[in-house]
C-alpha cells in the first residue's frame, strides 16, 4: 500500500512548494519563455496569476517550470490517456484449416470465413493439414493455398508465403485495411442503419391508423343502419 502511493508521487512531476531548487528556467502559461529566476519569484508569479508552478523538466540545469493550472492538465492528460487506451487495437490471428483434397462446398464456406476475418481487420493463418500418403504431395497444398490468396486478393495480401511445417503447410494473409479502419466502418454502417430502423417504428403507428380510417366508414354507412332496422319486421 505504501509502496504504491509512495511509486505514484515519485512518477507526478513537482509543483509549488515541491521545487527545491534555487532558481528555475521559467515558462508562462502561454508557452512563452521568461527566463531564468529564483524559485521565490516564480512561486510569487504562479499566486499573483493563480496558477501552479510545475516542474516539467527536473533534469535541465536549471530545471524547467511552468507556469499552469495543474488540476486541468491532469485532468486533460486522463482524457488523452482514456482516449488511447479507446483506439488501441489489438491485432488478431484467425486460423482456418484446411485439407488438400476439400470438397469445393467446403472450400465456399472456408473461404467465406477468411473473407470475414479480413473485412474485419484480421489476419488470417491458413493451415493445410496431410495425412497418410498425402505427405509425398505437397504441391496439392501449395496449389490450394496459392488459389485461395487469388480469391481473397481484394481483401488480403499474403504475409507469410507458403512454407512446411512437419506435416502442415502454413501462410498468412493480412488484410488490406487497418484493423481501426475496419472498426471505424463497422461504427458508421451501425450508426447509419439505426436510423433507418427509427424510420420504420415510426411509420408503423401511421399504417395502422390509416387502415382503421379505411375500415371506420363500412361500419357506419347509413345503408346499413336501414336494412338491420327493417330485420325484425321481416321476422314478424
Same mark, same amino acid.
Given at each position: 500500500m505504501?509502496?504504491?502511493?509512495?511509486?505514484?508521487?515519485?512518477?507526478?512531476?513537482?509543483?509549488?512548494?515541491?521545487?527545491?531548487?534555487?532558481?528555475?528556467r521559467?515558462?508562462?502559461?502561454?508557452?512563452?519563455?521568461?527566463?531564468?529566476?529564483?524559485?521565490?519569484?516564480?512561486?510569487?508569479?504562479?499566486?499573483?496569476?493563480?496558477?501552479d508552478?510545475?516542474?516539467?523538466?527536473?533534469?535541465?540545469?536549471?530545471?524547467?517550470?511552468?507556469?499552469?493550472?495543474f488540476? #486541468?492538465? =491532469?485532468? !486533460?492528460a486522463?482524457?488523452?490517456? @482514456?482516449? *488511447? /487506451?479507446?483506439?488501441?487495437?489489438?491485432?488478431?490471428?484467425? +486460423?482456418?484449416?484446411?485439407?488438400?483434397?476439400?470438397?469445393?462446398?467446403?472450400?465456399?464456406?472456408?473461404?467465406?470465413?477468411?473473407?470475414?476475418?479480413?473485412?474485419?481487420?484480421?489476419?488470417?493463418?491458413?493451415?493445410?493439414?496431410?495425412?497418410?500418403?498425402?505427405?509425398?504431395?505437397?504441391?496439392?497444398?501449395?496449389?490450394?493455398?496459392?488459389?485461395?490468396?487469388e480469391?481473397?486478393?481484394?481483401?488480403?495480401?499474403?504475409?507469410?508465403?507458403?512454407?512446411?511445417?512437419?506435416?502442415?503447410?502454413?501462410?498468412?494473409?493480412?488484410?488490406? #485495411?487497418? =484493423?481501426? !479502419?475496419?472498426?471505424?466502418?463497422? @461504427?458508421? *454502417? /451501425?450508426?447509419?442503419?439505426?436510423?433507418?430502423?427509427?424510420? +420504420?417504428?415510426?411509420?408503423?403507428?401511421?399504417?395502422?391508423?390509416?387502415?382503421?380510417?379505411?375500415?371506420?366508414?363500412?361500419?357506419?354507412?347509413?345503408?346499413?343502419?336501414?336494412?338491420?332496422?327493417?330485420a325484425?319486421a321481416?321476422?314478424?
Amino acid at each position: 500500500m505504501n509502496f504504491r502511493q509512495r511509486s505514484t508521487n515519485i512518477s507526478e512531476p513537482r509543483i509549488n512548494d515541491r521545487i527545491r531548487v534555487p532558481e528555475v528556467r521559467l515558462v508562462g502559461p502561454n508557452g512563452e519563455q521568461v527566463g531564468i529566476v529564483r524559485v521565490e519569484d516564480a512561486l510569487r508569479l504562479a499566486a499573483e496569476a493563480d496558477l501552479d508552478l510545475v516542474e516539467v523538466a527536473p533534469m535541465a540545469k536549471p530545471p524547467v517550470a511552468k507556469l499552469m493550472d495543474f488540476g #486541468k492538465f =491532469k485532468y !486533460e492528460a486522463a482524457l488523452k490517456a @482514456r482516449e *488511447a /487506451r479507446k483506439n488501441q487495437v489489438n491485432t488478431v490471428i484467425k +486460423e482456418i484449416k484446411l485439407r488438400p483434397k476439400i470438397d469445393p462446398h467446403d472450400y465456399g464456406t472456408k473461404k467465406g470465413h477468411v473473407e470475414r476475418f479480413l473485412k474485419g481487420g484480421d489476419k488470417v493463418k491458413v493451415t493445410i493439414m496431410f495425412r497418410g500418403r498425402e505427405q509425398s504431395r505437397p504441391e496439392l497444398g501449395f496449389r490450394l493455398l496459392q488459389r485461395l490468396a487469388e480469391d481473397v486478393l481484394e481483401l488480403g495480401t499474403v504475409e507469410s508465403a507458403p512454407k512446411q511445417d512437419g506435416r502442415n503447410m502454413i501462410m498468412v494473409l493480412a488484410p488490406t #485495411k487497418k =484493423k481501426s !479502419e475496419a472498426m471505424a466502418e463497422q @461504427r458508421r *454502417a /451501425r450508426t447509419s442503419s439505426e436510423p433507418a430502423a427509427g424510420a +420504420e417504428q415510426s411509420a408503423a403507428p401511421e399504417q395502422v391508423e390509416a387502415q382503421a380510417t379505411e375500415q371506420s366508414p363500412a361500419q357506419t354507412t347509413p345503408e346499413a343502419a336501414p336494412a338491420a332496422a327493417e330485420a325484425p319486421a321481416e321476422q314478424a
